[in-house]
């Protein structure tokens, strides 16, 4: 919606009155200043609303996924690509809130024809985040000062910042069902790497089960026998919801900590490993469109981006259990994007998806604390055949009242207060 200016109304309203009444009274000088005023008017006019045509952006960043502590470098090119000059133009590229900037983000420059210049600075990523870097924010003007316009550049670029990873010796949270690779009755895996013995060939073996030393020694040929197994591994249940965690950034993060953290360890010894949780992706918040926004004040400008970053995602963000190292990938960045949201509660999550989970994957609830229907959304799900942990971060008082309960339903209750508690998990 456009905004009358109601200020210029009032001063062409008055300039013209004022050149009705020098006209009528014969006021040649003062008929003739008006005109120049007019036409001095005119003239800025024109010079701000054709500034920031041709203004263009090229933007490079040394790095798009990092760990916290790491430096990532942002060069932003600014070329006038028409052939008349901007007189003046501040370049100033909008910086991620919550990360160290060191370096020229922002200039002032005149704009020759097809000229060009440069910002360049350093980003200290103290943070695990999905950030945008940009746009280009340009503010321009007339010699006089009588007018300004606003506008950013098209260019973007986006930065993952992966969330720290405390290595653990070993993962011995106590469930009711032994954790990692179990041999089991009913042959649902084959384990390559567990041998039971040998036995002569059949039909149909392939050429690397033939086990050469047997071969060699009873003159026929024989294949390996590989003992089966499951990998129990773990599901882990994330609460990212914005009102329990009442706004607490060191708890959430460090239990953003606790999932990456379990989740590298799981995958490291070659056990499957999931992700669901009620946060939001802020990948789906950040607008992917390069459209340039223009506008007459700076204010308006961060209005305009700020109602670009909207969503009205409900679902969870899932990652299947799965084994393997792209499923951790998944997962780390999954976590890295994660942002607390409103739209969905942990227990309601759990009721409408846990039936789509795998019961032999331990389900590892990591929560601020428990409430009733939590509590009985955790209870539904041990009913129902999982094993179900929950890892509690940073809540002693909730943590006292209902440990006790948790036990009594069979659900293992643990309780985590800083990265270096997290370590004693190995224990």
């Known amino acids: ?16 009155g004022f050149l009705f009444a020098a006209v009528i009274m014969r006021l040649s000088f003062f008929a003739f ?19 920031l045509d041709g203004i263009e952006t090229e933007r490079h960043v040394t790095a798009r996924d990092l760990e916290i502590g790491q430096d990532v470098v942002v060069t932003v090119a600014v070329r006038n690509r028409k052939p008349l000059p901007t007189i003046w133009l501040v370049a100033e590229d909008i910086l991620p809130r919550g990360l160290e900037a060191a370096g020229q983000w922002a200039r002032a420059e005149l704009m020759m024809p097809f000229s060009s210049t440069r910002l360049q600075y350093r980003i200290r990523c103290n943070r695990r985040g999905y ?3 940009g746009p280009a924010l340009f503010e321009t003007g007339d010699f006089f000062g009588l007018n300004r316009r606003f506008a950013t550049g098209e260019a973007s670029s986006y930065i993952t910042v992966y969330p720290r990873v405390i290595p653990l010796a070993q993962y011995a949270i106590p469930t009711s069902r032994p954790m990692g690779e179990t041999v089991v009755k009913r042959r649902l895996v084959e384990d390559p790497t567990r041998l039971a013995g040998v036995r002569e060939y059949r039909t149909g073996d392939p050429l690397r089960r033939i086990h ?14 590989y ?5 129990i591994g773990a599901n882990i249940l994330l609460d990212f919801g914005r009102e329990a965690w009442d706004g607490g950034r060191e708890r959430s993060e460090l239990a953003i900590t606790c999932a990456a953290s379990i989740a590298s360890h799981l995958a490291d010894r070659r ?21 340039r926004l223009t506008a007459p004040t700076r204010p308006r400008i961060y209005q305009m981006l700020a109602e670009r970053e909207q969503t009205d995602r409900l679902s969870p963000v899932r990652i299947p259990v799965r084994r393997g190292e792209h499923n951790l990938g998944l997962m780390l960045r999954s ?10 509660g942990f227990a309601q999550m759990i009721i409408e998806e846990y039936e789509t989970w795998p019961r032999e994957a331990t389900a590892l609830a990591i929560v601020p604390g428990i409430s009733r229907e939590l509590l009985a959304a955790l209870v539904t799900m041990r009913n129902a055949g999982f094993t179900v942990a929950v890892l509690m971060i940073d809540n002693e008082q909730n943590f006292a009242h209902i440990r006790g309960v948790l036990q009594s339903e069979g659900i293992q209750p643990i309780h985590v207060r800083n990265e270096v508690e997290l370590g004693a998990l190995a224990l």
């Open 335 to 344: 976590l890295a994007r994660l942002r607390m949201t409103d739209a969905l």
């Open 227 to 231: 003992e089966y197994s499951t990998l």
């Open 212 to 225: 050469w030393k047997a071969t060699a020694r009873t003159g026929k040929l024989h294949s390996r026998v």
């Open 33 to 51: 200043a008006l005109y120049a005023l007019g036409a001095v008017s005119l003239v800025a006019h024109a010079m701000t609303w054709s500034a």
């Open 271 to 291: 056990q499957q490993v999931g992700l669901v949780t009620n946060g939001g992706d802020a990948s789906d918040v950040m607008p992917t469109e390069t459209e």
């Open 1 to 16: 919606m456009t905004r009358i200016n109601w200020q210029r109304i009032v001063l062409l309203v008055a300039a013209v």
């Open 131 to 133: 950030f945008r870097l």
